[in-house]
């Protein structure tokens, strides 16, 4: 292998060479999945690096790819690391303003996009935009398929291969600087585990921008000789259909996800009758036993039919970005599932640590990949203090933040701001975060003292605490929530009577501002100040029995008073479905976001829950305009333009 070791071009066509004729990616057009040959991804690489090239661009340039999980992200990557480029990966879900200051921060020198995203990219200023799935481009790119030897001339294993913006930073954007070396080494180290190997298919749902899903359903696959599969969208009935139909051997997610899915499972499971509960509990302990000892797993058999929904090839899934609910853990494995965990950071390229199968301690995460180290630094008596990470996956740095760079690596080590201890088997288990910083279950970082100033920029909010909220619909799953103290006297002035109403629609216009996983899901509203330090610092961690307070005191929503347009019996019966699954009366004018606290990964769960029950068909640009609702409202709206004579009018939730 020699040079070429820690060169990602290099290390995918040696896969390209061995498995030409093997597919690589697959993905879902019109009724049937298609695929994406080894050696017609590497024809595309090399035909969108020549004329990226033709146009100017040349190793060292930042090439910025604002694209959804799909095939062109793939060649688009892969044609930067031809040319010794380096990617920057974005989320499709930032405001325009907020990729025009990162495009103008990394220096981009060209925009890749889909169709779809080329507005966006065109109000965020993109002077030099490629549309990778533009018909004419594509047939254009035809004349450029020629390979050339070292087109990215010497590329140094050290040479910079991506940049990734963290969630969560302040002020200025906060970028993490990893090499050819980072990225590879990490996936050689997961390689090394020997838990995938080149006949395993990999799922793809979670955003590429971040590192967690970069390495591990991306490079990983590609390393291995493995497959790629691509859902049509991220509706779970279409996450399933993709796991069946592509024969999906690894599911890789994120806690909220596991939640999720956790919560449809077991009220199926709760809805049986009680000797049928009993059945399982019974049986279901022995086969335990059975797996824990012989290493048979006949629980798969016992539960059949779930297993038969996730497709019968599905060998383990791994959950990251954030903790996983030991109970969601225990459950999926009580089910016959193999859910493993893994911690890791952008700076560390991700993964630092991973549980395998057969090794798996609920509660914890795993032990060091091979060539990782990783210590507690500061450890008090109970053995738990700060962890700290050493290895060849460690990033160079933050991207023109040398001071903040040299804040967090000293001697070699990074510290990660986690708390931890490590066991007797040499197995990690978390403790929470050492700053007062949050990390949502769906893997993103918060910082709560940006968000603050983001909503305090409202004159009708006096003081304002943001805090990590359990969402009640699934076991584990977190929203952004808050605890505001208004300025009473503002309100007075302003003459404004509807104080919750005033608030909620001063916070949608901030919100439009953030990226979604920023926004504040949910409010309540405190007649006291906040409970703060001696020097002033809130104190969060009484932040939620508060806002739980507050909340049993806020008058249930009037579910009387509707709209003509919910009268139908279809909108009645959406109506009970959302009450069923966030635990209240649920009315046309809540807010999906605020009231609800339905972020993303949320609203797909209780839209594919609407759709089978009320067995509503919808297409993708219909799908999508059914996402994008605000208020209970306008989705009662759409459902009553898309459903059919043979709607479900019952509302039960099956």
Request: hydrophobic share 40%; glycine share 8%; proline share 4%.
């Amino acid at each position: 292998m020699g040079k070429d070791k820690f060169n990602i071009y290099k290390r995918f066509v040696q896969k390209a060479k061995a498995y030409p004729q093997k597919p690589a990616l697959l993905y879902k057009k019109n009724d049937e999945y298609l695929s994406v040959l080894y050696r017609d991804v590497r024809s595309n690489a090399v035909s969108l690096g020549n004329y990226l090239k033709e146009n100017g661009v040349k190793k060292g340039d930042r090439v910025v790819i604002i694209m959804e999980n799909r095939p062109e992200f793939v060649w688009s990557f892969l044609s930067a690391m031809y040319l010794g480029a380096v990617a920057v990966p974005l989320d499709v879900q930032y405001p325009p303003a907020q990729i025009k200051k990162l495009i103008s921060h990394c220096g981009a020198k060209i925009v890749i996009t889909q169709d779809s995203l080329y507005k966006l990219a065109e109000k965020a200023g993109a002077k030099f935009c490629i549309v990778a799935d533009n018909k004419s481009f594509t047939r254009k790119l035809s004349a450029y398929k020629d390979e050339i030897e070292d087109a990215a001339g010497v590329l140094d294993e050290d040479d910079l291969a991506a940049l990734f913006y963290t969630s969560g930073t302040t002020g200025v954007p906060k970028a993490v600087m990893l090499t050819h070396k980072n990225l590879l080494s990490n996936v050689e180290a997961i390689g090394q585990l020997g838990i995938a190997d080149e006949k395993d298919i990999v799922l793809s749902v979670l955003p590429l921008h971040h590192t967690y899903a970069f390495t591990s359903t991306l490079l990983l696959p590609l390393y291995l000789g493995g497959s790629i599969s691509y859902p049509k969208s991220l509706l779970s009935l279409d996450i399933l259909d993709c796991m069946k139909k592509t024969n999906t051997t690894i599911f890789i997610g994120v806690p909220q996800i596991f939640s999720l899915m956790h919560a449809t499972i077991k009220e199926k499971i709760q809805s049986r009758s009680g000797f049928e509960k009993a059945v399982l509990r019974g049986v279901g302990g022995a086969f335990s036993f059975l797996r824990d000892t012989l290493k048979v797993n006949a629980l798969k058999g016992l539960y059949s039919a779930l297993h038969k929904r996730f497709g019968n090839s599905l060998r383990f899934m791994v959950s990251g970005g954030a903790r996983l609910d030991p109970v969601v853990a225990k459950d999926f494995c009580s089910w016959g599932f193999c859910l493993l965990e893994g911690y890791g950071l952008t700076e560390t390229s991700p993964v630092v640590t991973l549980s395998t199968p057969g090794h798996m301690r609920f509660g914890s995460v795993g032990r060091p990949l091979p060539g990782v180290e990783i210590k507690i630094c500061d450890a008090k008596e109970d053995g738990i203090g700060e962890v700290v990470v050493r290895g060849p996956n460690l990033m160079t740095g933050y991207y023109k933040l040398k001071d903040e760079t040299e804040k967090v690596i000293r001697d070699g080590w990074f510290y990660t701001g986690d708390r931890g201890f490590i066991d007797s088997e040499g197995i990690l288990k978390l403790s929470g975060r050492k700053s007062e910083g949050i990390v949502l279950s769906n893997g993103e970082n918060i910082d709560p003292e940006e968000i603050e100033s983001w909503y305090s920029k409202s004159p009708y909010v006096k003081e304002i605490a943001v805090f990590a909220n359990a969402s009640g619909m699934a076991v584990g799953s977190t929203y952004l929530a808050a605890v505001v103290v208004i300025d009473e006297d503002y309100f007075r002035r302003k003459k404004e009577t509807n104080v919750r109403k005033k608030l909620k629609w001063e916070f949608e216009n901030i919100s439009a501002e953030l990226p979604t996983y920023k926004r504040l899901k949910g409010f309540e509203i405190s007649k006291e100040p906040l409970a703060r330090t001696r020097l002033g610092k809130i104190i969060r961690y009484k932040l939620a029995d508060l806002y739980k307070v507050l909340k049993s005191q806020v008058k249930a929503v009037d579910i009387e008073n509707v709209d003509p347009v919910c009268l139908s019996t279809v909108s009645k019966g959406a109506l009970k479905i959302l009450s069923q699954m966030v635990g209240r009366e649920v009315g046309p004018k809540d807010h999906l976001e605020i009231d609800l606290g339905l972020d993303s990964l949320g609203r797909m769960e209780v839209f594919m829950t609407i759709q089978t029950n009320l067995k509503i068909e919808l297409n993708e640009d219909q799908a999508m305009e059914f996402f994008m609702s605000s208020t209970v409202g306008e989705l009662l709206e759409k459902l009553d333009k898309y459903r059919t004579p043979d709607s479900d009018i019952s509302g039960d939730i099956e």
